[in-house]
């Protein structure tokens, strides 16, 4: 996540995505987290990180027509002053929504292999507070995993004459880094024989539905795998 905003305040040259540059703009960003720690925040700190790291999935990358939902949050939080008070209305329309949704649960917790002991927490969130904006808020929420039922490992084998292609960005704050090769890897354990792995130049998650790049090479592998390389670069 910390990657992701990093790369899309230096890169983004949108008007959508705020005023500054980028060290400007994660310097707005970390302030309107650090405003968010104060009792009377509309939209609590750990709120405002979930708005801010759904934001950064959706991330349009240059070579997109036009900015991106996420683009426009990250951008609304980058022109706003937090001493200002409530924040913009695209920010608060996200976190309604993130509020009462179950989906951090799900897609966090599940995902998790194992819990995080309670008494660890506070010694995490002492770990990561240098990791800013997002280490001491985000170890702080693990806290709320800790009831969440840890799903039973699902032996999964695939033909190994199924062709798959697995597509990333640069920096994904769903996945995680350096994603794909892992899961490469774990497919492959799984009987999977023929991989191919697409790579997106920029962070975010939605790759297909920004990067042209991206789409014409899943048309293509639908149509033909054989005729996607092993690898394929495509740009921001």
């Keep these: 996540s910390d990657t992701a905003l990093r790369l899309w305040a230096a890169s983004c040259t949108r008007p959508e995505c705020g005023p500054g540059d980028g060290e400007q703009r994660v310097e707005a960003v970390s302030r309107a987290l650090d405003a968010a720690r104060d009792p009377g925040a509309r939209v609590p700190a750990a709120l405002l990180s979930d708005v801010i790291r759904s934001a950064l999935t959706d991330l349009s990358g240059a070579s997109a027509a036009e900015a991106s939902d996420g683009d426009e949050i990250l951008g609304e939080i980058a022109g706003t002053d937090p001493d200002a008070g409530a924040p913009g209305p695209l920010v ?14 799900v897609a966090e917790c599940s995902d998790l292999p194992r819990r995080v002991p309670v008494n660890r927490v506070p010694e ?74 697409l790579t997106w130049g920029a962070p975010g998650s939605w790759v297909v539905l920004h990067s042209a790049c991206a789409r014409s090479t899943l048309s293509g592998f639908l149509a033909d795998p054989t005729t996607v390389d092993r690898s394929v670069a495509c740009p921001s």
């Design 124 to 197: 995490l969130a002492t770990e990561w507070a240098d990791d800013a904006p997002f280490g001491e808020i985000l170890a702080a929420q693990l806290s709320a995993c800790s009831t969440w039922p840890v799903p039973e490992r699902t032996p999964v084998e695939l033909p190994g004459s199924v062709p798959v292609l697995l597509m990333g960005g640069i920096a994904d704050p769903v996945a995680g880094a350096a994603a794909l090769e892992p899961t490469a890897g774990m497919l492959t354990g799984a009987g999977a024989g023929d991989i191919r792995i």
């Design 92 to 105: 608060r329309a996200r976190a309604e929504a993130l509020r009462s949704s179950s989906l951090p649960y």
